[in-house]
C-alpha cells in the first residue's frame, strides 16, 4: 500500500525518460520531428515520400544557399543496371575518382572516395595483396603496371544487405544496392562484410563546399550524409533512374572510354554487347556475390 | 643668372661662390621655377662663416624644404650629403658627385640598349629637382603638361585631329621609358606587346582568325601613328594610299588596268571589303562572299562610264536556281575583285557580243569549270542532258557561223527554270525579248523560242542523283574559297542506329586542303621529311608502311581515300581507320569502344576516331594522375 506511493526506481526512470524525451521533441523543429519519428523508406506512402523530399530540399537548400532538388525515382520497368570496365584501356589516371566525388557530393574533409584505382604490376596478375591504390608517378600509364578501379560491384546476392541488423539497406529490382542514411544506425556491420571495401563511413560531419555541390539529389544516392553512416556507390542512381537518362559520371569522365554501362536485359545495350563478344570477369567470383560490375579485356 | 643665384642661395654676409657644385648649376633654372616667389634679397639672415649642417630656416634657404615631394637628404636635411663645403669661410660648396654621374652614388642606372640623352649626359636635374619640387619624382614641370615638350618640341601634337589617348593625357610613360630601355625609342616593352596590351581587340583568337594581317603580328606603327593624325585611328596615310604602300601590285593593277572596280580605285577604299587586322575568311575579307558584294550591289549601282548595274540582291532573292559560284559563295570564281583587262570585271576570256563564232579560246570563263566536251563533241550521252538520243544539242547552237554565247540561253547568276535557263533574250536594238519558252519533260524537254519553230528532244529522262553538268575534276574546291563542310551525316552501313558525329577537329585554318594544295602544286608521293608545310606531322602510325597518300586523297585533297581509291569525306573518316581496325570499328558501331557520354538508353553520343586518336600517332600519350587518396603513411 505505501510502496505504490513510494518512489521506485523503475518509476523514477520512467518519468526521467519522458521528461528527457519530451525536453528533447520541444527543442525540435516540426520537420526534425517528422524526420525523428519516420517509418522505414519502403513503407512510406507516396503522399509522406513527397513531404519528406520537400523537406529535404528545404534543408538542403538553406544548407547550400542554393536551390536544390531531392527527388526519389523509383526503379524503371524492365532495367538491370550492369556496369562493364575495359582493364586493358584504364589508364589509371584517377578522372573517374574525382568525377564521382563533384557528381555525388562526397565529402572532401574527411576525404571519402568510392571508387579506389588499384595499380598491380602486369606480371603479377590480379592480385590484390601486391596492389597500390596510392601510386603517383608524374604520368600514367606506366608501362609495368595495370589498373584496376574498384567501387560497388552491386551483387546480386550482396552480403552487406543480408548483415545489416537495422536493414537500412536493400536491393532495389533494378539490381541497385541502396541505403536510407537516416535508418542507417552506423554499426558498420555491412563494411565489414563487403569483400571490396566498396563500403564508407562517415567519420565526422561530412564537408562539401558550398560551390561545388551538386544540387541534384536523390533521396536514397548523393544527398548530403549525416555524421556516423555509411554510403557507396550507387551507379549515380540521381542520373541512371530516368527514362533517357544519363550515363553515371564516371563513365562519361573516362578520358579513355574504359568504361561501360548499360541495361542488362535490352538486347541493343553495350553491356549485353560486351558479355557476348568480350573475355569477361567478375571481381572475387569465389565469393558467389554474382556482382553487376563487370570487368573486361576488350583487345 | 647672378640675381637668381642670389635669390636662391642668399646668404648675404658672404658673396657667393660659384663653386657650390654642377648639381646646383644644373637645376637651378628649374629650382627656381618651383620655389615660388624669390626670396627678397633685402637685408635678411647673414651667411655663416662656419660650418653648419643647420642650412634650412625661415631666414635661409627657406623654399627648399616647402615643397610637396622632397628629395630624401632634404627631408632629412642633410644637405651635406650633396653639397661639400669647399671654403666654409667664404660659405662656398663644391658638389660631392663628379659632374657627369651626380646622382649615380645613390641612384644607380645600369644602362642599357638605349638611354634617355639627359641620362646619357648625366643632365639629371633637366627633368628632376635635386631638392623637390610639387610634382610626382620630384619632376621639374608636370609630366601631363609639357616636362617631355621642353625638349620634344615636335610632340606637341595639340593641333592634330586626332590623338593617341596617352599623348592627350600626356602620358608619356604609359609607352615610354623614362630613363633607358632595351627598346628601341624607350619603349616600355616591344612595339606590338606594348599596343596590344591595351587593344586586344586587334588580336584574334584562335578560331576566330583564318587570315590575320601581317603587320599586325609585329608593325602596328606601320600603319597607325603611335601619336597623332589627322586621320581617324591615328592612321599615318588614309586608305587605299596606306594599303598601297605595300601592297604595289594591287595599285599597278588599278592603274594599267582598263576595268576599275569602284571599290577598289582610289576613291573607294580597300576597307570596304578587307578588315584591318584579322577575318574568319581568308583574303581578310569582311563578309562571306555574295553577301560580301551583294553589301553594294544590292541596288541598282551607276558605273563612271553611265551604264547601271543590275540590282544583285533582289534577282538572287527572286531566282531560285543559283549558279553554282553564287552557291558555293564565290562571285570572285568569275569576277575580279579590283580590276581587269575584260568587261564586267571577269577573270578569263568570253565573247562581249551576243553572236560570236565558238571559239574554245573564247569561252575560256566557262570552261575553266565545265568540261569543254560539253560543246566540242556532236555525239555523246554522258555529257549533257540537252540531247536528243546521243546528238549533242549544245554542239549543234554553238557550232554555227552564227554561233550563240552561253548566255544566249543561260543565266549566269539566277534563273526561275531549271539549268539557269532563261526565260527570254533581250534581241534588237526595239527592246524586244524573245521568249525561249522552255519546257522540261521527264524524258526530255522543248523550246519555242523566237529563233526556230519548237523542237523537242529525248534525252531518255535524266536520274535525280547525277550532275546537271559535268564540271572539271576538282573544280568545286577551286571556286569556293569556302568550300562547304563535308556533310556530318555518317551513316554507318550497318547496325540500325544513325549515329551523329561532330565535324572533324581540324587544326585551324587547315582545311580546306585544296586551299594550298592546288593544281599548281605538283603532287610529290615521295616518302620525306615535310619541311615546306605539315612539319609538326611525326608519323607513328604504321610507319614502316604508309605515308601521307596512303590515306589521303592526291587528286582531291579535301577528301580521304580508301584503299581502293575511292574518296571518303574527313566527317566519315571512321570509314578509312575501319579498313584495318575492323574489330574497333564493331565494338565503336555497338558503342562499346570510345568515349561514352549521351543517353544509356537514349542517343548516345559518338565521336570520330580522330577526335581522340591523332591520326598521324594515334597511341594515347600518357597523362598526369589526379592526386591520390589520402591514405595512412602514404601522404606525400
Not at chain 1, 151 to 177: F, H, L, M, N, Y
Not at chain 2, 478 to 491: D, G, L
Amino acid at each position: 500500500m505505501e510502496t505504490s506511493k513510494r518512489l521506485t526506481r523503475r518509476s523514477l526512470l520512467k518519468a526521467s525518460g519522458a521528461a528527457a524525451i519530451s525536453v528533447f521533441l520541444a527543442g525540435c523543429s516540426p520537420a526534425e520531428r517528422e524526420a525523428f519519428f519516420r517509418r522505414r523508406f519502403k513503407e512510406l506512402t507516396p503522399d509522406e515520400i513527397r513531404d519528406m523530399l520537400a523537406r529535404e530540399a528545404k534543408a538542403c537548400s538553406e544548407r547550400y544557399g542554393k536551390p536544390v532538388t531531392v527527388v526519389a525515382d523509383p526503379p524503371l520497368e524492365g532495367v538491370l543496371y550492369g556496369y562493364g570496365l575495359d582493364l586493358s584501356r584504364c589508364i589509371g589516371c584517377r578522372r573517374c575518382v574525382y568525377a564521382c566525388v563533384d557528381e555525388n557530393n562526397q565529402s572532401r574533409e574527411p576525404q571519402v572516395h568510392w571508387i579506389k584505382v588499384l595499380a598491380m604490376k602486369k606480371e603479377g596478375g590480379v592480385n590484390i595483396m601486391g596492389s597500390d591504390a596510392y601510386y603517383n608517378p608524374a604520368l600514367v600509364p606506366e608501362s609495368e603496371y595495370f589498373y584496376m578501379p574498384v567501387a560497388c560491384q552491386q551483387c546480386r546476392k550482396p552480403p552487406c544487405v543480408s548483415v545489416c541488423p537495422v536493414k537500412a539497406t536493400w536491393q532495389e529490382p533494378d539490381g541497385i544496392v541502396v541505403i536510407d542514411y537516416n535508418w542507417c544506425i552506423g554499426c558498420r556491420c555491412c563494411m565489414a562484410a563487403c569483400p571490396y571495401d566498396a563500403r564508407h563511413f562517415n567519420w565526422s560531419e561530412p564537408q562539401v563546399p558550398e560551390d561545388k555541390v551538386n544540387t541534384h539529389m536523390h533521396y536514397l544516392g548523393n544527398r548530403p550524409r549525416p555524421r556516423g553512416v555509411v554510403e557507396k556507390c550507387t551507379f549515380c542512381i540521381q542520373r541512371v533512374r530516368q527514362k533517357k537518362g544519363r550515363y553515371p559520371a564516371c563513365v562519361e569522365a573516362c578520358p579513355v572510354g574504359a568504361r561501360k554501362f548499360g541495361n542488362l536485359l535490352d538486347e541493343q545495350s553495350e553491356m549485353r554487347h560486351i558479355l557476348r563478344e568480350k573475355r569477361v570477369f567478375i571481381f572475387k567470383e569465389d565469393l558467389a556475390t554474382e556482382p553487376r560490375f563487370y570487368y573486361f579485356y576488350a583487345t | 643668372m647672378g640675381a637668381r643665384r642670389t635669390a636662391f642661395f642668399w646668404p648675404p654676409r658672404h658673396s657667393v661662390g660659384w663653386a657650390c657644385g654642377a648639381l646646383f648649376l644644373l637645376g637651378w633654372g628649374a629650382l627656381a621655377g618651383v620655389a615660388g616667389s624669390p626670396p627678397s634679397s633685402g637685408p635678411a639672415a647673414q651667411k655663416p662663416t662656419t660650418v653648419s649642417e643647420q642650412c634650412a630656416s625661415e631666414t635661409c634657404h627657406a623654399s627648399i624644404v616647402n615643397r610637396k615631394v622632397m628629395h630624401g637628404p632634404v627631408a632629412q636635411k642633410k644637405c651635406l650629403e650633396c653639397h661639400r663645403y669647399d671654403d666654409p669661410a667664404q660659405h662656398r660648396f663644391k658638389s660631392a658627385f663628379p659632374k657627369e654621374q651626380p646622382c649615380g652614388q645613390c641612384h644607380d642606372m645600369k644602362h642599357k640598349a638605349v638611354v634617355h640623352q639627359p641620362v646619357q649626359e648625366g643632365k639629371c636635374t633637366a627633368c628632376h629637382d635635386p631638392h623637390g619640387s610639387d610634382f610626382k619624382n620630384s619632376l621639374v614641370a608636370d609630366p601631363a603638361h609639357g616636362l617631355c615638350l621642353s625638349c620634344h618640341k615636335q610632340a606637341d601634337y595639340s593641333k592634330k585631329k586626332f590623338v593617341h589617348g596617352p599623348v592627350t593625357t600626356g602620358t608619356c610613360n604609359a609607352c615610354h621609358e623614362a630613363h633607358f630601355s632595351s627598346q628601341p625609342k624607350l619603349l616600355l616593352q616591344p612595339a606590338r606587346d606594348l599596343c596590344v596590351g591595351c587593344h586586344k581587340e586587334v588580336v584574334p583568337k584562335t578560331d576566330e582568325a583564318l587570315s590575320v594581317h601581317a603587320p599586325v603580328k609585329d608593325n602596328c606603327v606601320g600603319c597607325h601613328d603611335p601619336h597623332a593624325s589627322d586621320l581617324k585611328y591615328e592612321l599615318k596615310q588614309a586608305a587605299p594610299d596606306l594599303c598601297f604602300s605595300c601592297h604595289k601590285n594591287v595599285k599597278e593593277l588599278l592603274a594599267t588596268s582598263p576595268v576599275v572596280h569602284k571599290v577598289g580605285s582610289p576613291e573607294g577604299g580597300c576597307t570596304g571589303c578587307h578588315a584591318s587586322h584579322f577575318s574568319k575568311l581568308r583574303k581578310l575579307e569582311r563578309l562571306p562572299q555574295p553577301q560580301e558584294c551583294l553589301s553594294c550591289h544590292d541596288r541598282l549601282v551607276k558605273t563612271s562610264d553611265g551604264r547601271t548595274l543590275s540590282d544583285m540582291a533582289a534577282l538572287l532573292k527572286d531566282n531560285p536556281v543559283h549558279h553554282g559560284p553564287i552557291r558555293l559563295g564565290s562571285c570572285t570564281a568569275c569576277h575580279q575583285p579590283h580590276a581587269g583587262n575584260r568587261f564586267r570585271l571577269l577573270i578569263a576570256d568570253y565573247p562581249a557580243e551576243f553572236y560570236a563564232p565558238f571559239r574554245i579560246e573564247q569561252y575560256e570563263l566557262c570552261f575553266r569549270c565545265h568540261v569543254p566536251d560539253l560543246v566540242l563533241q556532236p555525239r555523246g550521252v554522258g555529257l549533257t542532258w540537252f540531247r536528243d538520243g546521243d546528238k549533242n544539242l549544245h554542239w549543234l547552237h554553238v557550232n554555227q557561223q552564227k554561233g550563240r554565247t552561253c548566255r544566249a540561253c543561260h543565266e549566269v547568276h539566277a534563273s526561275q527554270r531549271a539549268f539557269h535557263v532563261r526565260e527570254s533574250v533581250p534581241f534588237g536594238s526595239g527592246g524586244w525579248l524573245l521568249a525561249i519558252n522552255f519546257k522540261q519533260t521527264p524524258t526530255g524537254g522543248s523550246c519555242a523560242p523566237g529563233c526556230h519553230a519548237q523542237k523537242e528532244y529525248a534525252n531518255g529522262g535524266r536520274p535525280q542523283t547525277a550532275p546537271a553538268v559535268v564540271l572539271q575534276e576538282g573544280v568545286m574546291a577551286r571556286v569556293a574559297p569556302e568550300p562547304p563542310k563535308p556533310p556530318v551525316k555518317p551513316a554507318v552501313e550497318q547496325g540500325t542506329g544513325e549515329f551523329p558525329v561532330p565535324a572533324p577537329p581540324f587544326s585551324p585554318g587547315l582545311f580546306p586542303c585544296t586551299g594550298c594544295h592546288d593544281p599548281s602544286l605538283t603532287v610529290n608521293a615521295e616518302r620525306r621529311a615535310l619541311r615546306k608545310a605539315h612539319g609538326d606531322i611525326e608519323l607513328r602510325h604504321d610507319e614502316q608502311h604508309r605515308w601521307c597518300l596512303d590515306c589521303h586523297n592526291a587528286d582531291n585533297r579535301d577528301v580521304l581515300r580508301s584503299a581502293s581509291g575511292s574518296p571518303i569525306p574527313f566527317a566519315e573518316s571512321y570509314r578509312l581507320c575501319a579498313q584495318c581496325h575492323g574489330d574497333k570499328y564493331r565494338d565503336w558501331q555497338a558503342g562499346v569502344h570510345g568515349k561514352r557520354t549521351g543517353e544509356w538508353d537514349g542517343r548516345k553520343n559518338y565521336l570520330l576516331c580522330v577526335h581522340c586518336h591523332n591520326p598521324h600517332a594515334p597511341k594515347f600519350k600518357p597523362i598526369p594522375p589526379l592526386p591520390p587518396p589520402v591514405g595512412p603513411g602514404h601522404a606525400e
